[in-house]
């Protein structure tokens, strides 16, 4: 059976209820409290997100009225998660099992992850940008809101958020309205949210609208473009975690809505942002021209290189518009296709780390490092681990060294893609000194040799040493910028304003 036959199976069965009621039942499992958070997991929003948007997308649907009780809907939730025994999934010698893990816990992952301040970074890297940068002012009038009236209100709703509210009320925005205008309230309310009506309309004309494939079955939830359902009087959350993954990449997904190219210019402030991090350490730091200075013409380099005469460590920033299908993706050519940046970094770094130490032109201190790493940092985490990982996933031999020299130097083993928000908490934590970053490469890479001690993520070998969850001082400075904000608006400056 395929896909997409065993979804049309389950839509059938699916059309005995109407739409609003299969998402209302969808939306009371998803607030119901629970004890402990695994409960919350065990619940697997991902797959009640799933159902409702495949109950928004049948149109067959819009002319039935009879309600879903608890039973049925539960038999429905049971169907889908069932789904995968019934159908062939692809998982074939295209899959090796690195690849089959990383996409079945795709869905997962994000609701697992801890809420931190850098559901701000994207607007953040926008505020330190001049008022009339182009992506400041595009941003702004996509969602006809001042980029901090943005912030404040984002910022203010994710404190509700994390004090447990499910549910605003309209009347929670009343000082925001008397603060700013009701015209730009209501145009961050209907940013962040749908009406029913809405829901259906964006999710019909989401690329799957019309034929399913098994990579559906494991995205991420496309709700977290806007995520809360709204009436008249209130805004009701889906998930918390859908709330803060839908704002780390809030910016990106506004920009990328209009034709106008914008990845560029935003891999431009991103870089500046990620090597401003590496520069801030107390290390010789030099850039991409500076590299190159050492190197034959036109070699192309990694993007900055922090030299502690241990070690070298290149650092390289991407960002690019990672989809969905990038995060699902089940076949080993495809994924190299989809992730080709993330070679292109290892083969500059590989090419500059051999003719740089074949060469004499650069500073003793590079020269004498024994060995290199490359930290490959990417703008939302791409689930890609470290080298090995990633040459298990590649088609056989494509991800690899060219030379033993460049093997030797850089070996696989000291590759990792991390996210931004994890290469902020090591530089953080490098620089106040929690981690001596020669040291801590070292060590992890000792561990990840050894399944007994390897981790999925960089973010786990911190967690073990304690290292503590902060973010870039870019972050901390739009919060506190936020907090006197709010102070001359809401109760307490805390965001307690009335939920109404």
């Not at 889906?238 to 106008?260: I, Q, T």
């Not at 460049?406 to 908490?425: C, G, K, N, Q, T």
């Not at 901390?476 to 102070?487: G, I, K, P």
Request: charged share 25%; aromatic share 10%; hydrophobic share 45%.
């Amino acid at each position: 059976m395929t896909f997409n036959e065993a979804y049309k199976a389950w839509r059938n069965r699916a059309r005995a209820f109407s739409a609003i009621s299969l998402v209302g039942s969808a939306l009371q499992v998803l607030q119901e409290p629970v004890a402990e958070r695994l409960d919350e997991i065990k619940k697997a929003p991902w797959n009640l997100l799933l159902l409702v948007k495949w109950a928004c997308q049948d149109r067959m649907l819009d002319r039935v009225t009879h309600g879903v009780s608890a039973q049925e809907f539960g038999a429905l939730r049971q169907a889908l998660w069932d789904m995968p025994k019934q159908v062939d999934m692809h998982i074939r010698a295209t899959s090796p099992w690195r690849l089959f893990l990383r996409q079945h816990l795709a869905p997962q992952l994000p609701f697992q992850r801890r809420a931190s301040l850098g559901f701000l970074r994207e607007a953040a890297l926008l505020a330190a940008q001049d008022p009339a940068h182009p992506l400041r002012r595009r941003f702004e009038e996509r969602i006809g809101v001042p980029l901090f009236d943005f912030i404040d209100m984002a910022y203010t709703l994710a404190a509700e958020i994390l004090e447990g509210a499910k549910v605003i009320n309209m009347p929670w925005f009343d000082l925001f309205r008397r603060a700013y205008s009701p015209e730009v309230v209501d145009r961050f309310i209907a940013a962040i949210s749908l009406t029913f009506d809405e829901l259906r309309v964006f999710c019909r004309a989401l690329p799957d609208a019309d034929r399913k494939v098994a990579s559906e079955y494991f995205e991420f939830t496309a709700l977290s473009r806007y995520p809360f359902l709204r009436d008249d009087r209130s805004l009701y959350l889906w998930h918390p975690a859908v709330f803060f993954r839908g704002m780390e990449g809030f910016v990106h997904s506004v920009l990328s809505e209009g034709r106008e190219v914008f990845i560029e210019p935003f891999s431009k402030i991103f870089e500046r942002h990620v090597l401003g991090e590496a520069r801030a350490l107390p290390v010789p730091f030099f850039g991409e021209d500076e590299i190159k200075r050492w190197l034959p013409p036109d070699t192309q380099v990694p993007d900055g290189l922090l030299a502690y005469g241990t070690c070298n460590v290149f650092i390289e920033s991407k960002a690019g518009l990672f989809d969905e299908s990038v995060m699902t993706v089940g076949h080993s050519t495809i994924f190299a296709h989809k992730t080709r940046a993330l070679l292109t970094a290892a083969r500059q770094a590989w090419s500059a780390s051999e003719l740089m130490h074949n060469g004499d032109e650069a500073p003793k201190q590079v020269l004498d490092a024994p060995v290199d790493y490359l930290l490959i940092v990417t703008n939302k985490e791409l689930n890609a681990g470290r080298g090995p990982t990633l040459a298990g996933i590649y088609p056989d031999g494509k991800f690899r060294p060219p030379t033993e020299s460049a093997a030797r130097m850089l070996p696989l083993e000291h590759i990792y893609v991390l996210s931004v928000e994890d290469f902020e908490r090591l530089m953080v934590a490098t620089r106040q000194g929690e981690i001596d970053l020669p040291t801590f490469l070292a060590e992890i890479v000792r561990l990840d040799a050894d399944p007994a001690t390897m981790t999925f993520f960089l973010h786990q070998h911190l967690d073990q040493r304690g290292i503590s969850h902060q973010t870039s001082d870019l972050v901390h400075q739009v919060m506190e910028a936020t907090h006197a904000r709010l102070e001359l608006i809401l109760p307490n400056g805390n965001g307690d304003a009335e939920k109404g």
